[in-house]
């Protein structure tokens, strides 16, 4: 195609190059119309991850060291510096630097069987992967090591002495630095193998499902924070807004360390009211005397807070039930397990005390053949399953890909979360008064509710 064709071709000047990384570190370079829709760039990253159970991601953007997710309805040029919007392709394949777009979790769930998409469940556990190396709990150090050895297992499989010895893993990849510097590479490269042993013959899904479990109980890994400011003439913000999985957080910053102020769980928080910069809480049955007020810089802020916060409350409101089936059908699960090795461990004294019987009246094939039965029964499966008794191992009562979490759960998921990360810019129980679009964000004024 000539140069003259080229520039006369609307279509090709339209072009534009993005670059979405992702939880996993990989990346993915799209080329889009400079008008497309966030939304038809979210659709076609989904296709080309083959990602069936997106509900829980959006898109972002960095903006002052803030993840800012996008309206999926919004034109993409909404967000993206104004050098990307003018620049014009110089030709096929010739573009101006890409836009930068982040792929990550947008809503936070605390059980990975709800997540019913095995795609969706790695890229979930992708993205905990990298806020446990940003987190600082230091009175759960033990945690850090649990969570490596599971990572290892998902990502190497099972121990192999011959294989996995010395330097197999880069300590960095698995825990957060103060980890590092604290005990050192050598201690971490010494201990861990043994408990990457230790969860032999879990599969990748299975690790995942441990990983999530444990990942999220670590108190700054499934958190959005956002900056806030005590009132209008504050130039730097002092105070941190946490989203949680249970509700908000406000800290106080000082320094690099944030003290918690206050933390209301949703079942707490009587009602969120966003007034142009002004953002109110209004705990649950205290006056309206009692609301705290802080500010968030600007509409703009206060609009993307409100649709991420409501949308965030309605989505534990409605998994609720499912959570408490979910954690019902896990203690159900755990019990048979201790059944099972209740049983196990009787069997094996039953033959242990045999044994010593048949040595005392010089039978000893019948002690080999215990032995045979012994040896086989408790070593045959590993730690996924404490039964010695083969026969159950393969009857379970709820695993990672039974047909409860992928249909059940995603209709859940799907009709609670089809206005969560992609719909209205509000949900039951928020009142938006006023349009308040993104053009009219130099605006103060514009109240919402929730």
Known sequence: ?????????????????????????????IIVNVRALCQELFIQVCDLLRLKDCHLFGLSVIQNNEHVYMELMQKLYK???KEWKKEVSKGIDQFGPPMIIHFRVQYYVENGRLIGDKTARYYYYWHLRKQVLQSQCMLREEAYFLLAAYALQADLGNYKRHKHYGKYFEPEAYFPPWVVTKRGKEYILKHIPNMHKDQYALTATEAHLKYVKEAVQLEDVAVHYYRLYKDKREIDASLMLGLTLQGLQIFQVVGEAKQLLYDFPWTN???????????????DGLPSARKLIYYTGCPMRSRHLLQLLSNSHRLYM????????????????????????????????DIEHLDKRSRASGSSAGSMKHKRLSRHSTASHGSSHTSGIEADTKHRELGPEDSFSAHILLRKLKSCSSTTSHGSSHTSGVESGGKDRMEDDSQDDGNATA
């Open 1 to 29: 195609m000539s140069k003259f064709n080229f520039q006369n071709n609307k279509v090709m000047q339209d072009r534009r190059s993005v670059c979405v990384f992702l939880p996993n570190d990989e990346a993915l370079n």
């Open 79 to 81: 967000y993206c510096p």
């Open 269 to 283: 928080v009587g009602k969120l009211v966003f007034v142009g910069k002004k953002f109110e809480i209004l705990p």
């Open 318 to 349: 409605n998994l609720q039930p499912v959570l408490r089936q979910v954690r019902k059908l896990e203690e159900n699960e755990e019990k048979k397990q201790y059944r099972e090795s209740y049983i196990s461990d009787t069997m094996e004294m």
